[in-house]
């Protein structure tokens, strides 16, 4: 868990060849802060930290559990996979629920299509190369020229 650029605590494996060092963790925390995104997005990169592995990449995943405060949650895992990412969006929201922080608002998911004019969500419009973007709230209101990108 980080605070801008403050480590508020850290979790790691015992097993010491696995641990992050402190310039590693201090790569990640810089990284993190300047992130403007971070605040209103789930974000998923890729990272090298040289101390731990300098000729490959780890995968960070970071949520903002709480916008007021800043407080945003950090996991890395050595594995790029969809399963990895959804398995770490989960325990995001069950850190959120356990710390009794209110779920994010407005924010969205935004899935890439390929679809003809038609096809694709019923009751969205979509054309080939067009971006739909799916949220929790009620559609009312959603302007079109925020939802599709040319």
């Known amino acids: 868990l980080v605070v801008g650029d403050r480590l508020v605590t850290l979790v790691q494996p015992r097993y010491r060849l696995h641990q992050l060092r402190p310039s590693d963790l201090h790569l990640i925390l810089n990284f993190v802060n ?19 592995n300098s000729s490959g990449f780890v ?11 800043g407080l945003s949650l950090v996991l890395i895992s050595q594995q790029n996979t969809t399963e990895q990412f959804e398995l770490f969006r ?22 890439i299509t390929a679809d003809k004019v038609g096809e694709g969500s019923p009751g969205k419009k979509s054309s080939a190369g067009k971006v739909n973007v799916d949220t929790d709230e009620e559609e009312e209101g959603l302007d079109e020229s925020l939802t599709h990108f040319d």
């Open 34 to 52: 300047y992130q403007p995104g971070l605040l209103t997005n789930e974000l998923w990169f890729p990272v090298c930290l040289p101390r731990f």
């Open 90 to 111: 989960t325990k995001a929201i069950e850190i959120r629920n356990k710390l009794g922080l209110p779920p994010p608002r407005g924010e969205g998911v935004i899935r």
């Open 59 to 69: 995968y960070a995943y970071t949520s903002c559990l709480d916008r007021d405060t």
